[in-house]
């Protein structure tokens, strides 16, 4: 094999492993940097001073300006509990009792972060605004079509994302491999597809 | 097939681990470029869209208006980009609720400092921003009680973000909360 064959190689190879790497770390995360509770996913140093390199990289590439985790904890799911992609032609339900926080509120975003429009201008449920049963379980409903109770619009192409801030959480260990210690965070159930 | 075969045996292995080092080696740079490199940063996006100093209340999360992904619709956000190159920034803030909070970022999105109402016990703060020596800072003309119980922060870089967060915990508090945002201010401390 040629000298030019071979340093295309070497090349190719540098690349792919490097920067297909570190775009896997920052796009999915790693045990070493997020906690996966259900289908949801908390960058655990996201807001830290002393934040690792990875979280870092994340926190700057995501845009996004997250405070210190004893302050707020925030919670992404992009997978419902059986793990398959949120999609704006599928309806979900969304049912919990927590978390236990100061404050919380779940919003959807598309594929971007962004707020879908939609008639009713509904983005969010917050611990204030969410209609409980007399247990005090809530369920919200995303669906493209107005459904009674909590329902959360969702108008996107493609992908769908929840998110879940909590300010102020109950402070607990996360790292603890026991559902005991693990937040109460809501289950996402898929209901049906168009 | 014969063909595969023939290039995988021409291969030179010792390209190939070449290769790995340095993959390894283009991982742990792009990691540690992302936070001063990245495009989509939050400075990025907010640099050309926010003055220097003047607190700024940003709109409300909606389609039309979002300046950071994944905002909150139902939290109300006011900004300051400070510059502390000229002297320090003197934040005066209302924290009405323990979930409010002021959090301080460099332009790179680390957030090295951060205090909620529940943190605080108090509403009001005076906060001051500095990169200079203490007796600089006492040079600045303060009431006893503001001086007392001002919180002085010492940043890692001269420029940066402070960003202040207030859930709303219905729309009846928005009047309360509007309200607050315009008795708060940041810029350049008189000396």
Redesign the interface.
């Known amino acids: 094999?040629t000298f030019l064959?071979?340093?295309i190689?070497?090349?190719?190879?540098?690349?792919?492993?490097?920067?297909g790497?570190?775009w896997y770390?920052?796009e999915h995360g790693t045990r070493l940097t997020t906690d996966r509770i259900g289908p949801w996913i908390v960058w655990t140093a996201a807001?830290?001073?002393d934040?690792d390199?990875?979280t870092?990289?994340y926190?700057?590439?995501?845009?996004?300006?997250?405070?210190?985790s004893s302050?707020?904890r925030y919670y992404l799911a992009t997978v419902d509990d059986s793990g398959r992609k949120l999609d704006a032609d599928c309806e979900y339900e969304v049912i919990g009792r927590g978390p236990t926080a100061?404050?919380w509120?779940l919003?959807a975003?598309d594929g971007?972060?962004?707020?879908?429009?939609n008639p009713a201008d509904r983005?969010?449920f917050?611990s204030?605004?969410i209609l409980r049963d007399e247990s005090g379980t809530y369920r919200i409903v995303l669906a493209r079509q107005a459904r009674p109770g909590n329902w959360l619009p969702v108008n996107s192409d493609y992908r769908v994302?929840l998110?879940l801030?909590t300010?102020?959480p109950e402070l607990i260990d996360e790292d603890v491999d026991s559902p005991a210690a693990k937040p109460d965070l809501p289950r996402i159930r898929r209901l049906q597809c168009r | 097939m014969q063909i595969t075969m023939t290039w995988f045996r021409g291969l030179n292995w010792f390209w190939i681990a070449a290769g790995l080092v340095l993959g390894g080696i283009v991982h742990i740079t792009t990691i540690l470029a992302l936070p001063y490199l990245a495009s989509s940063s939050a400075w990025t996006r907010l640099e050309n869209a926010t003055p220097i100093n003047p607190l700024q209340i940003l709109p409300p999360a909606s389609p039309e208006v979002q300046l950071l992904p994944l905002m909150a619709p139902d939290v109300r956000y006011a900004l300051c980009r400070y510059n502390v190159t000229d002297g320090p920034v003197i934040v005066r803030a209302r924290l009405l609720d323990r979930s409010w909070s002021i959090a301080l970022y460099t332009p790179h999105s680390l957030n090295f400092y951060a205090i909620s109402g529940a943190d605080l016990q108090r509403v009001n703060v005076t906060m001051i921003i500095t990169q200079t020596a203490e007796s600089e800072v006492t040079k600045i003309p303060l009431s006893k009680g503001a001086r007392s119980s001002a919180i002085t922060v010492a940043v890692p870089e001269p420029e940066g973000l402070l960003l202040l967060r207030a859930p709303l915990r219905s729309t009846a508090y928005l009047p309360m909360t509007e309200s607050a945002f315009t008795e708060m201010s940041c810029g350049l401390a008189e000396r």
């Open positions: 094999m064959a071979n340093f190689v070497f090349v190719s190879v540098a690349l792919l492993t490097g920067l790497s570190a770390m920052i807001g830290h001073a934040a390199p990875y870092r990289a926190v700057a590439r995501s845009g996004r300006l997250p405070i210190t302050g707020a100061e404050w509120s919003a975003y971007e972060g962004q707020l879908m429009p983005y969010t917050s204030a605004s994302i998110f801030r300010y102020q």
